[in-house]
Nanobody, 127 residues
């Protein structure tokens, strides 16, 4: 059973930075093909794609609203994925979810329908 656990959320002022982490259990990422990503959901809005990364990190993808400010990365040896968020804006306030695809998912298909989800971590950006 794959489990994803996020950490690193919190309250930050506009223009600040946060780094989210997602630890994977139930799979060893060095030997399990698994595209992963981050999604977010703000109050009253639909969940939206933030960033995605292929198994070995060679391909990444970002939502338009975070391009140039957020960077996704992963360390398969540590079973961990990261999201570095810089120049945060109040509109980035949301619950951020870690997600992962099945072993047959591409980065693109994971972006549409992830197989696994974490519980989420709150990010609040004050103006």
């Amino acid at each position: 059973q794959v489990q994803l656990e996020e950490s690193g959320g919190g309250l930050v002022q506009a223009g600040g930075s946060l780094r989210l982490s997602c630890v994977v259990s139930g799979r060893t990422l060095t030997s399990t093909i698994m595209a992963m990503g981050w999604f977010r959901q703000a109050p009253g809005k639909e969940r939206e794609f933030v960033a995605g990364i292929s198994w070995k990190g060679g391909s990444t993808d970002y939502g338009d609203s975070v391009k140039g400010r957020f960077t996704i990365s992963r360390d398969n040896a540590k079973n961990t994925m990261f999201l570095q968020m810089n120049n945060l804006k109040p509109e980035d306030t949301a619950v951020y979810y870690c997600a992962a695809g099945s072993t047959s998912d591409t980065l693109q298909s994971m972006r549409i329908m992830p197989r696994y989800w974490g519980q989420g971590t709150q990010v609040t950006v004050s103006s």
